[in-house]
């Protein structure tokens, strides 16, 4: 490929909202291009990092023995109300009408979809196992799509679905796609960690998570640097023995602001904390704090002045099953109840909510700022303070840990392995016959990787203050020819002589050959966009010389003879 020919809009502009470094080295490395909340084009170099990302995920899926397979991106309502899904996913499912009025959805995930496709065609357990998969569009109405490639609103994802007719068979193919989905990371050169995850809305019962560790991920998890052993936060704090110790010390309205505000701070200080978005994690905390008799005044619930009111606003902390408590529960714990929109909580209650949440919680229950009582509004603050230096694994879980010390690191969600079990096809009556003849819906799993998110997350981990620094599996371009100044015949020339030797050797490479550029220009290109390798053909040309540069070894450089270029970077 040539410069010349290829459409890569390097800018030095920074979109405004860009805080990721991925984020924006993307867009100025001509990677992406932003269309809409949350929607965004990927251009041609953007497109082949996309591509080689999918075609490792695409190839370890099939070595897994999976098929691959294709839904349709726009899936009928009925499918979401069969498995109830059409009420319990909230706003994350768009969804529309066509012009006969009939109703659709935009498939945020499609367990729905591959339910109906196995249903009534695979009915003998003689056909069991088999593993389905699809790399394709999703779109999930998310409430804040932020962080570009990271939280999109439509973005790429590997889901496969498994059936199986037993569970032991489940737990074969789980720990299988455990092992293929380590393959895949390691192969794009990722640092990660596999952690124990909850299954949240999806459902079913085991599940695991894939982190790539960067300082930027959204997630905090919880990982022993002696051993493999990691949970994410939902799932460590399960396990949690001192969970009760925060709450003994800050039992009063006052203590607790007091931790809320002030230590928090200090925390804050002494720690990067990132924003953690995981209305989960409130869950876990408030729901203790609502039961737990001895602390009583935290609450943390949201009712509106309607049923719909009240759907929306806990669809917008995600803490759909926090609306079950009733009024005598909270009465019961010595609570009183408190509702929103106007709010109408006793003095001093505590409201905690994540601030990127506020908004749509205030939106969804007509309340106005005056109404919110928020000592913090920062939800990772508030959970680091209750985890940190609290999280032990729990005698009896040295099965799966070896005992050392926990500690906390920041992770993005690169990819979510769960056991669904029989909760779809329960629900949508998919069954078959068992060895007895007796008929048995159907147990699933679910394996998901964000293919377009790992575009972002490489970035994450792989990048200077100059730009991106691609792993040698991702890279668009393996090695960059920058033709110093391409109006001399001579250097252009050598240039092209090399550019063709590296390709005869299997060596993907693009050359700068570009006339109107100056190298400085072109060398900033080349740092930028993240190619591995540069070879500059430049003034040493004289001596029958270039020089190969290193983006991977914070630009090394050694002159090299052209002859032995291509030898050199094989
Ligand atoms: P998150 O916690 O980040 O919202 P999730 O748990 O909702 O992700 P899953 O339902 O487990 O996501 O989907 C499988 C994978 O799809 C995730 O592990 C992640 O890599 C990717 N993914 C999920 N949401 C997005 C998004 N909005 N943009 C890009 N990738 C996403
Ligand atoms: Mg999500
Ligand atoms: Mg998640
Ligand atoms: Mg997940």
Not at 270 to 293: G, P, R
Request: glycine share 8%.
């Amino acid at each position: 490929m040539k410069f010349t020919n290829m459409f890569m809009p390097t800018t030095k502009e920074t979109p405004s909202d860009a805080t990721l470094p991925s984020h924006q080295f993307l867009v100025r490395g001509g990677f992406i291009s932003q269309s809409g909340a949350g929607l965004y084009d990927f251009m041609p170099l953007g497109k082949i990092v996309l591509d080689k990302i999918r075609a490792i995920v695409k190839e370890e899926m099939d070595n897994a023995g999976a098929n691959e397979m294709l839904c349709s991106f726009v899936t009928p309502q009925s499918f979401w109300d069969e498995s109830g899904r059409s009420s319990t996913m909230g706003n994350e499912l768009l969804r529309f009408k066509d012009r006969k009025n009939a109703e659709y959805v935009l498939s945020p995930t499609n367990e729905e979809s591959v339910v109906n496709m196995v249903k009534n065609r695979i009915t003998s357990y003689k056909n069991l196992p088999v593993n389905l998969y699809h790399i394709n569009l999703k779109f999930r109405d998310e409430a804040r799509p932020r962080f570009g490639l990271m939280r999109g609103r439509e973005f790429l994802m590997k889901d496969a679905y498994s059936f199986h007719s037993s569970q032991e068979d489940l737990v074969r193919e789980f720990n299988l796609m455990e092992e293929t989905y380590k393959r895949v990371y390691q192969r794009l050169g990722l640092e990660f960690r596999v952690v124990e995850a909850d299954s949240g809305a999806i459902g079913g019962s085991g599940s695991k998570e894939f982190h790539v560790l960067a300082n930027s991920g959204e997630d905090t998890i919880v990982v022993c640097p002696d051993c493999e052993y990691g949970a994410n936060i939902e799932a460590a704090v399960r396990k949690k023995r001192h969970f009760d110790a925060w709450f003994e010390n800050t039992n009063t309205p006052a203590s607790m602001e007091k931790v809320l505000t002030e230590d928090l701070k200090t925390i804050e200080e002494v720690s990067n904390f990132l924003s953690v978005s995981k209305a989960q994690n409130i869950k876990a905390v408030m729901k203790k704090a609502i039961y737990d008799e001895d602390s009583k005044p935290v609450i943390f619930f949201v009712r509106g002045d309607d049923e719909l009111e009240e759907t929306k606003a806990c669809n917008a902390v995600d803490a759909l099953d926090l609306v079950d408590i009733t009024e005598d529960e909270l009465k019961d714990a010595g609570l009183t109840p408190g509702y929103c929109g106007p709010f109408n909580l006793p003095q001093g209650t505590i409201f905690v909510i994540d601030s990127e949440l506020e908004n749509e919680i205030g939106l969804a229950c007509g309340a106005n700022e005056e109404h919110y009582h928020f000592v913090n509004t920062d939800l990772s603050l508030v959970k680091d303070a209750v985890y940190k230096d609290l999280i032990t694994v729990q005698e009896g879980d040295s099965c799966t840990c070896c005992g050392g010390k926990l500690e906390y690191t920041k992770g993005i969600e690169a990819g979510h392995i769960f056991q669904l079990g029989t909760k779809y096809s329960e629900a949508m009556d998919a069954k078959f016959l068992d060895e007895n003849g007796k008929a048995q819906p159907f147990i699933m799993g679910c394996y998901g990787i964000g293919v377009s998110r790992l575009v972002a997350a490489v970035i994450e981990q792989n990048h200077d203050e100059k730009g991106c620094i691609w792993t040698k599996e991702t890279a668009p371009f393996m090695v960059d020819v920058i033709v110093s100044n391409a109006k001399k015949e001579d250097e252009l020339n050598a240039g092209l002589k090399i550019y063709e030797e590296l390709k005869s050797n299997g060596i993907s490479t693009i050359i700068d050959d570009r006339t109107k550029e100056r190298f400085g220009f072109k060398m900033g290109d080349f740092e930028l966009i993240g190619f591995p390798y540069a070879v500059v053909v430049g003034k040493k040309l004289q001596d029958g010389l270039v020089e190969i540069v290193d983006r991977r070894d914070t630009g090394s450089k050694i002159e090299i003879a052209i002859d032995e270029v291509a030898t050199k970077l094989k």
